[in-house]
């Protein structure tokens, strides 16, 4: 892909997905039905053909083959081990903010917990689409275009750059949930980042971040 139609590209999508969380105001406190809007769905599928069309131009280097059981074992570590990550980081900061202002820090939601099947199903997929399109704008598109696009992107604060820079954007495109949720997304992220990394594929991060904000969903319930 010529640097040009790269940069067009990257604007586009800076606009379309970008942008909007980091101007988006406070959440608001209510009680409100836990359901995803279709807007996450057709996010996903977007970010989805957005990777398709980059692999079919751009093939990505193939991991060395192995058993299929051995390389579901390795993803099903990585994606175990990202949850523990994600976990231990969130607790860490929670006791670090508990322990600052001697109290409990708030919950930012607190949702309707769904009533029927098909709202059960709408949270179930909603959960995975919100995780895969953080994921693949995040921990993919992002860091790999920025490493085109970034002068001298050979140099060393060139490639740091392209790593800092999206991980920022994911910690402030949570602002709306307060000041414990952007710091909390900046150390998932960074797990999230060093999990796509060391795998090589974005599927244990996914699996992750589905299960990491599905136990979120849960906890955030009204009971």
Known sequence: MKKRSCAIEFLLIFALFVLPPLTQGP???????????????????CMALILYIQTKAAPRKKPEAGPRWLRCTVTAAAALAAFG??????????????????????????????????????????????AFFEEALFRRYLPDTLAILLPKKDSRPSRAAAELIPLALFALSHRYLGTPSVINALACGL?????TLKAGSLLPA????????GALLILSFGM
């Open 27 to 45: 959440a608001s406190q209510p009680p409100r039905p836990a359901l995803y809007p279709i807007q996450v769905f057709t996010n996903a599928l």
């Open 85 to 130: 990550g994600l976990c231990l980081s969130a607790s860490l900061i929670q006791l670090t903010l508990y322990l600052l202002s001697g109290s409990q820090p708030a919950t930012p939601l607190t949702l309707l917990q769904p009533e029927s099947l098909p709202a059960w199903i709408n949270c179930i997929t909603g959960t995975a689409a919100a």
């Open 191 to 195: 797990v999230l980042r060093l999990c």
């Open 206 to 213: 996914v699996a992750a971040h589905t299960a990491y904000n």
